[in-house]
Structures are given as C-alpha cells and as structure tokens.
C-alpha cells in the first residue's frame, strides 16, 4: 500500500482520476452502457421479430404487408393451428427423449470411465486411455456415411436408439471428468473403504457428491448439444413421427405455401426449451464455458 | 502419474489440495469393467465405422443397396480430380476466412463492453448467448425471412435507411457472391455467445489490480487495452481460434437449410457435397471416400491444435 | 436380404451391441424403445397408413383436404400424411428411408423418376390383380402414362395425373392493359415479340412487371420453349446431343426479358405467385398446381383471373409436364392390413380425383373422372385442357426429371439468367459442362 502511496503521490495528476471513476458514473462510463444496452437490444431484434410476427393474424404477417412491429390485430392463429397440426408436440417429445437418452448414458458411462481411468490401473490401460484420447480428434461429420450404413444394418435406423447411440460417445467428456477425478483427494475414499465400502459405493457416495458442478456442466452441456443435433437425426430420423424439433422444423414442409405467423410460432416454440433451460442453468453453463476458456 | 496429459493446471481443485501420491493404486482388472462400457460404445459407433468407412471407400457401393464390387482405388483417384470436392473445401476454406475475424473480434468487444456494464451483466449476457442456444432450424428460419428480398426485414430497413434502392432490392440469400457472407452473418449471430463467454469469463480472471497499478501510471484506457489486456486475452483467442477452425470445416446446418448449396454452389462446403454424393448420388464407396479426406485434413488441423495447446501449458 | 459388401471380419454387430448393452449393466432393456416407433400415436388399434408426399404447393392443401374425407369416411385407417420440402429432400429421404427399410408405406413421385429411386432394391412392386381388388383397372388409366409406371415389367406406380407449366392471367389487370378477347380470354399471340409486347402493355398497368415466373425453376421453362422449336435432347453413354441454337433461343427470351424487367430477376415459387396476387405482374407462368392458392386469394380478397395454355413462341404451344404417381417404398416386411389399407387410401384418392383437378388443377390420370361430363365443363380446367396433348417429359436420363440432377443444376444456371449475372451464351457452355459432368459420373442405379 506505501508503495502505491508514493507513486501516487509522484503522479498527482492520474489520482483525481481513479477517485472519479469511482464515485459516480463518468461520460465514458455513461457510453459504455449505452452501447453494451443498444448492441444487446439489436442483438435481440431477430428473435424478437419471430415473436413479434408468431402474435399476427396470416395476412398481417404475409411478405407484402408493411413491417411493423407490433401486431395491429393480436392473434394467436399461428400457434393455434400449429398444435392442431400436432407435429410440433412430437417433435418437442422425441427431442426430450433423445437428448434424456444421451445425457444420462454419456453421464454414466463417462463417469464410470474416468473413473476407472483415475483410479485404477490395469492391462492395457494406457493404450485403450490413448485410444480414446485420439478420438478427441475423429470428427463425427466425417463418419456419416459407414455410420449410417451401420446403423441400417443394426436396424436401429428410425428408433430412439438409432437417434440417440452415436451421439453418446464423447470421449472429451470422459477426459474432462478423468481430469477432474484425478485432483480429488484419495484421502475420503481410502476412509470409506476402511468403512468396506465397494468400488461402485465409493463412486457414488464420495466421488459424485463432490463433483455436482463438473456433473451439471457436462450434462448440460451434452443436453444443449444434442438437443441441438441436426446432422445425424436428419440422417436417421426419416418419419417425422421420430423426427427431433431441429429436423422437424427443417424439413417437414407447413403443408402448403409459407405461413409466416405459424412459421414464426413454430420458430418461438422450437427455441422456448432451451432458452428457459439456458435461464435457469445460467450460472452453471456460463461457469462451465469459463472451464472450457479456463482449463 | 500414469498419464502424461496431467498438468498443475489441470483442475483448479488440484493447487488448492494437491493430490495424494498415486503409489495408492493397485494393479487389478476392477478398473477395466469401469471403463468397458465407454469402450464398447467407442468401438462399435467410432472406431468402426472409421474402418467400416475406409473399406467402403475402396467399393462402389451403393445406397441403393445393389450388390457392391471392389474397385480399388477408383474412388480415391476421381476424389482427387473432383474439381466439386475441390471446391466445396475451398467454400469451406472460405467460410472459416469470413466468420472467424468477427466472431473473434465482436465477441472481444462486447465482452469488453459486458465487462464494463456490470450493472447490466446478467441481461447482456443473456442477449448475446441466447441465440446460441436456439436451434439451427429456427434460427435459419428467421433469418432467411429476414433476408427475403422483396418485403424482408433487412432490405427493409436498408431501403429505409437510403442504403439501397427500392427497385433494386440485395438477393441475399440466391445471389452468388453476397450468399456466403449472409450466412456468415447468420453464423455470427448464432455462434458469437459462445466466444463472448469465453472471453468474458477470461476478462473477469484479470486481477484488477493491473488496472489500478498502470492507471495510476497514467496509462490511457486505450494503452491498458493493447498492452494489459489484449496480451492476456492472447490464449483465450487462440482457443477460439482454434475451436473454430475445427468446427467450420464440419460447417454444414446453415448451408443446407439455407441455401441448400447454392447459388450454383457457390455456399456448398465439404459435409454437404458428402451428403450430397452419398445421399442424394447414392454413391456411398465415392462418398466415403471424400469423407476421409476431409478427415484427414481436421486430423491435421487438431494435431496441430494439440501440440499449440500442450506447448502453452508447459 | 439386401446386399451389403462383407466388411473385413465381420462380426454379427446386432450381438456386439446386445453385448454392450448387457456389459453396461444400465438396465436399459427395461426402457424397451428399440424397435418401437414413435411414442405418439399408433396406439388405438386403428391401421396406421403412413404417406409422405413433396405436395408443399397449393395442391398440397387440397390433397389435405381429401385425406380428412377419406379418414372421416374410413375411421379404422389412421392416415399420417408428411409434406416434405419439394425436390432432391424428398427424394433423398425417401431413398435414405426406403433404403433401411423405413420408410413410408406409400409415397407420391414423379413418374419421370421412377427408374432413379431404383424401383427393384428401393419400391416395392405392385400386383395387378392387387389393384384389381381394390377396384382399379389397367384400363383406368391412359395408355401412354400407364407404360411409364413398369420397370422390367413390374409394375410399381399408380399415376394420378399429369400436371404442366400453364399461364396464368389476372382480368382485371389485362382488361386494363387491353390484351383480352371480348370474351374475356387472353389474346392468343404467336411468336416471342408479340408476347412481349402483350408483357409491354400490362406492365404499362401494373408499373412493375408484366410476368412473374419462378426464377429458380428455371428448366421448366427452358425445356418448354425449347420443344416448342423441336429441339431434342438425347444421352448416351458418354456423349449426348442437344441442338444448340434452339437452347441458345430459348435461355434468350428469359434473359431479355428479366433484362427489360418484364418479369422480376429473382422469385422463388412462393414469391413468384405473391407478385401476381399482388399485382405486381399481370400474369404468373407457373405450374398448374398453383390455381388453389390463387382462388384462396379470390375468396379472401377478390381476385379475378383466369388460365390458359403456354404461350405460342415457335408454332405451338408446348409445355414442360411430368405425372404425380403413387409408389410403395420398400418394407423389410408388410402387415396385411397395412398393405390393404394403403391400396385401399390408393383407390379412394384416384376415384375421387375430380377434386384433385378442380382444387390442384393437376389433370387426373384416372379415365373415368376425366371422362366425366362434370369434369370435361369444370372452369378454368377446360381452358387449358389442351396441356394434356401438349406436356412435353423431361428427357430419359438416371438424372433427369422433376428436381433430378439435370433440373436442379440447370436452375440455378437459369437463375443466374435471370439475374443477369450470366449471358446465355455463357449459361448454355456451363449447361452443356454439366451435363457431361453429369454423364462422367458412374450412374448408380444400375
């Protein structure tokens, strides 16, 4: 603090300044935040034009009306005959199945994975550790093709399973929670097993409770990911009865011509999962891209 | 330490409480049912079809399902003379070219600006990662009606704004040479929120203590800005960088919900003329075949990622 | 048993997942998802009949239409109709969903693409004395389109129209602009200038365009005008012939006139028939299946128009056409009732084509609906009967037909035409490069 003091006191100049800045807000303070509040409103505009264009009637919203944004008519014609369609409710259904699917067995299985990998050492292990770790690099879009003729040939083609199984294997998951395992302590574990606790029960009781952040991040961030799958459920998914809300929306043509209302209403209802689930674990999903900057 | 990717760094947990000497662990086979499951799934949807595709690779099998000959190395030579295939990677070269300065840049700037604002954190941060969590259908969706010609939101306003001419509305979306930057401009939107926490979460790390020290030198906020925190924000760009090097050249959504290719292929990029010769052309042997040079090349793209990003951990 | 290729040491992967999944020791058989389809519908014990169809048009509602009639008329059928994005995405699906045998039970096609979703590993043939059963008969059909539907002697489509590239007009427009008869039909003109001068006159009326056409479907017009001069177009294994002079004539009419701005420069379908609603062009040169959307706007606002055949450019009046037909996309294995239900869904939709006519303004294959005193004083259907004699189908290629290969790429050259980002000259050299990129290409049909 003398330190400071003494520079300070050799520049007298700069310290009015620092004193300012605190105290109330300075003209470039004041422009900070109108910009930042202006570039997030723009940034908001073309989600809130769905919205605004999903509350018009059909022919306020066609191409040729004037641009407004605020329906003169408030209608909700467009998600009326969105739910009579029905298809967006199984879409929205296979989505959460799918994605449900793939959460929870990329969590177990990378769990029990880097688990085995942190605390165990057994034949072969560096090389099949090696083996998975190379396949941090194998890009999953270039396998599309023997993917799908396998997945044909496994009949899988058109089931959850066939939508779901590919996506489960993430070998960054495994690394991610291996390497977090690895900095926790022994010291509990060896505690509870002097307690003659089994291996499965140490998992459970010990290592788990101690990883809930690490757990909600990859979870989330598996759901979001495969919630958001386009390629592969575009490939697999070829009835719309088994189609996920990406594709669905995609490609399942309204019938006939363009309706912007019941487009955009579909546009609204397709993005309303996630952005609410994306509100509610804000802290957990920002906390874990911060992990992915950080690590 | 068994495995050679352990760093100081690698958990925040472990500066705090480093781990337990691991003379602890006992050479058994418990540990191989743990990790059997995760293998197996591995090697039947990864390692497989990485072989599974290779062979096909040298067939002319059909997804037609006609019976398939081998046919040596046909496919490969006619990849390498495909001036399509040649072309869809330089759509996608071309794509990363575009989208990578502003997706860095931008999220930069407003995580400059977000860092500064901190009264509004929670609603900026909202703004500008909401899109990401939208999916890519309904993102297109908006946006190819935003790029409509006649009647769409952005010719709109740029007729409003007396940028362009009513009679001669911008063809976005079909016209050849401005159809690569919408999507890219769609992408920015879609795909910024990411990088923006990324370098936000970076900025928030700075110990504000740097600030204080060099203001008190009398530095500007410009000069603190090019000498303190640009050069801290060094790594986090080469991981955006990086990330989204990898993830162009599997660029393939937007383009074909949006453009479908076109016009005249002018937005095909290397999935999508995949999709196309194996799926639309049935030609799954040709296909394959373009797959594996495209996965050769993101090997290459994440072997040097690995040993840029091992180098800095050291 | 499809035919797959042996993979180096193929182990029975069916037993591998099992295996994996038992290892895993996660329970999952008691979820039990494999193999069942959707978690929604499919429960009551009704037939589920799937359909998928590429009728995203204004046909597609009419064809909405007459599913809800025919479910209300058959309550033990549950009908599941899917519109998929019209083209190469319904294509591709429904070879990709046929090909691991999943796709729907019966489909709408082209009939110019019959041969290219490989009718022998990827449809299912149709029996005659299936059909017979049903209540449909060879005899039902006319002769030239009931021929298109055999491949190697098998029959595996059902025409159920022919539909073409018509030209529609809007009276009020055109009164105005003085090109109608005094029965209030659109002068006959022949030859391309006196066209362009009827175009002149009524964009003089609307003061933005006189035509509006679909930029991006291109071909369609391009191969009417082009056998409106007789020009032909034949491939063979390596090589092709086209006539050079006639394509060059006819990609020139769309170019002058974009150039002149008698039609607008870009307009996908759906634009395409906005701006002759909106009267921002006094004719619409589209398909047949547009009249829908059109009388829809007629009800809703007031819309007085009318259609008639193509313009006669080169002494006649020929169109680009093709037939819907239906097509039963291969099964690892039919349920009985599910086949029957699917013919029986077949036979009603063609029994009651007049609709089909009268509401998509397609021309029904089905004789004794065309035949029909009502369907033969059906307005405006009877002005542009005539299409029937005059559709012109695409050439015979594996890559040619509605939204092959050839039609697509060869659209987004004219597109450029239209754009005036490319000179005829230069569209007709890339169109010929393609074609023989296409021709190098190994046809993976057959």
Aim: aromatic fraction near 12%; charge should be negative; charged fraction near 15%.
């Amino acid at each position: 603090m003398t330190a400071v003091q003494e520079k300070s006191a050799a520049a007298p100049s700069a310290r009015p300044e620092v004193r300012r800045r605190r105290k109330r807000p300075t003209v470039g303070a004041v422009i900070v935040y109108i910009a930042a509040g202006a570039l997030a409103v723009m940034w908001l505009l073309p989600l809130l034009w769905a919205v605004s264009t999903s509350l018009k009637s059909e022919t306020e919203a066609s191409l040729g009306q004037d641009i407004h944004w605020i329906p003169e008519t408030w209608s909700l014609e467009g998600y009326r005959t969105l739910f009579e369609r029905g298809d967006h409710l199984t879409w929205m259904i296979n989505s959460t199945i799918v994605s449900t699917i793939v959460t929870v067995l990329t969590l177990v299985l990378c769990v029990l994975a880097a688990y085995g990998f942190s605390r165990f050492d057994f034949p072969g292990k560096n090389i099949v550790f090696g083996a998975i770790i190379a396949g941090l690099m194998v890009p999953g879009q270039a396998l599309i093709i023997p993917l799908f003729d396998l997945v044909n040939s496994l009949k899988l083609a058109g089931t959850y399973w066939g939508l779901a199984l590919p996506q489960v294997v993430a070998p960054v998951m495994v690394f991610i929670l291996k390497r977090f395992f690895d900095a926790i302590p022994r010291d509990y574990e060896e505690a509870a097993k002097l307690d003659g606790a089994g291996h499965l029960r140490v998992l459970w009781n010990v290592i788990l409770p101690l990883s809930g952040p690490i757990m909600a991040a990859v979870g989330i961030f598996t759901f979001i990911g495969s919630w958001n799958n386009f390629l592969w459920p575009l490939l697999v998914a070829t009835d719309p009865s088994m189609m996920t809300l990406p594709v669905g929306l995609g490609v399942v043509s309204g019938g006939y011509g363009l309706f912007y209302a019941q487009n955009m209403a579909a546009a609204v209802l397709g993005a309303l999962p996630l952005l609410i689930v994306f509100l509610i674990f804000q802290k957990q999903i920002v906390k874990g891209i911060a992990g992915v900057g950080l690590k | 330490m068994t495995v050679k990717t352990e760093t100081p760094a690698a958990a925040s947990a472990a500066t705090k409480r480093p781990p337990a000497p691991t003379a602890r662990k006992k050479r058994s086979w418990v540990g191989l049912w743990f990790v059997l499951p995760f293998t197996a799934f591995y090697a039947l949807f990864l390692v497989w079809p990485t072989f599974l595709g290779l062979y096909y690779s040298f067939t002319d099998k059909s997804l037609t399902g006609r019976p398939a000959s081998w046919v040596g190395l046909e496919n490969w030579s006619e990849a390498f003379g495909d001036e399509r295939a040649w072309s869809a990677l330089w759509n996608t070269a071309e794509f990363t070219l575009y989208s990578t300065p502003p997706l860095v840049v931008l999220a930069i700037v407003l995580a400059l600006l977000v860092n500064r604002a901190r009264k509004l954190g929670w609603f900026l941060r909202m703004a500008f990662f909401a899109p990401f969590v939208v999916p890519v259908s309904v993102v297109t969706m908006i946006w190819i009606w935003i790029y409509q010609p006649d009647g769409g939101l952005l010719n709109h306003y740029l007729q409003l704004l007396g940028i362009q001419d009513a009679a001669a509305p911008t063809i976005w979306l079909q016209g050849e040479s401005t159809a690569m930057w919408s999507v890219v401009l769609t992408t920015v939107w879609w795909t910024m929120g990411f990088n923006f926490l990324l370098y936000l979460a970076a900025l928030q790390t700075i110990d504000p203590n740097v600030y204080e020290a060099s203001s008190i030198d009398g530095a500007s906020w410009w000069r603190q800005l090019w000498h303190i925190t640009l050069p801290l924000l060094k790594r986090t760009t080469a991981l955006v960088i990086v990330l989204q090097l990898i993830a162009s050249l599997r660029i393939f959504d937007q383009m074909y919900l949006m453009t479908g290719g076109g016009p005249n292929r002018a937005t095909e990029v290397a999935i999508h003329y995949i999709y196309i010769a194996g799926f639309e052309g049935y030609r799954i042997g040709y296909a394959s075949a373009l797959s594996y040079v495209l996965f050769v090349l993101i090997l290459i793209v994440s072997i040097v990622q690995f040993r840029l990003f091992s180098r800095k951990e050291d | 048993m499809r035919n797959h290729p042996s993979p180096p040491g193929s182990l029975s992967r069916r037993a591998l997942l099992t295996g994996t999944a038992a290892t895993a020791g996660l329970g999952l058989a008691g979820l039990s998802l494999a193999g069942c389809g959707s978690v929604t519908g499919g429960l009551d014990g009704r037939t589920r009949v799937k359909q998928w169809n590429l009728l995203a048009g204004g046909d597609g509602a009419v064809m909405t239409e007459m599913h809800d009639q025919f479910s209300a008329e058959h309550p033990d059928v549950e009908l599941q109709a899917t519109t998929f994005g019209w083209g190469t995405p319904f294509y591709t699906r429904l070879v990709m969903g046929a090909s691991g045998g999943n796709a729907s039970d019966i489909a709408t096609i082209h009939l110019s693409r019959l041969k290219s979703v490989s009718p022998a590993t990827l449809l299912d043939p149709i029996e005659i004395d299936e059909l017979v059963d049903h209540g449909l008969d060879p005899s039902d059909f006319p002769a030239q389109v009931w021929d298109k539907c055999f491949v190697d002697d098998r029959l595996y489509a059902i025409p159920i129209d022919t539909h073409a590239l018509v030209n529609y007009y809007n009276r009020t427009v055109c009164e105005q602009a003085g090109v109608l008869n005094p029965d209030g039909t659109l002068l006959e003109t022949t030859g391309v200038e006196e066209y362009y001068d009827l175009l002149r006159a009524v964009q003089d009326v609307t003061g933005e365009y006189g035509t509006s056409l679909d930029t991006l479907g291109g071909w369609r017009q391009f191969w009417a005008w082009y056998r409106q001069a007789d020009g032909e177009m034949t491939f063979g294994d390596d090589d092709f012939e086209m006539d050079d002079d006639k394509a060059l004539q006819a990609i020139e009419i769309m170019y002058r006139m974009s150039e002149e701005g008698l039609c607008p420069r870009f307009a996908d379908g759906g634009q395409c028939s906005a701006n002759f609603e909106t009267g921002a062009a006094g004719l619409v040169q589209v398909g047949n299946w547009e009249i829908n959307r059109f009388k829809a706007f007629d009800e809703a606002q007031g819309f007085d128009f009318s259609m008639t055949e193509m313009p006669d450019f080169f002494g006649n009046r020929r169109t680009q056409g093709d037939c819907h037909s239906y097509v039963l996309p291969h099964h690892n294995s039919w349920d009985p009732d599910v086949r029957d239900a699917t013919l029986t869904y077949a036979a009603w939709m063609l029994q009651h084509s007049f609709r089909w006519g009268e509401g998509g303004g397609h021309t029904p294959a089905y004789l004794p609906v065309t035949e029909s005193a009502e369907y033969q004083a059906l307005q405006p259907n009877a002005e542009y009967s005539g299409v029937v004699d005059n559709v012109q189908f695409d050439p015979d290629a594996w890559f040619s037909g509605s939204a092959a290969r050839l039609f697509d790429e060869t659209g987004s050259i004219f597109n450029q035409v239209y754009g005036l980002a490319m000179t005829p000259e230069e569209a007709l050299a890339l169109i010929k490069e393609r074609i023989r990129s296409l021709l190098a290409l190994p046809n993976p049909v057959d």
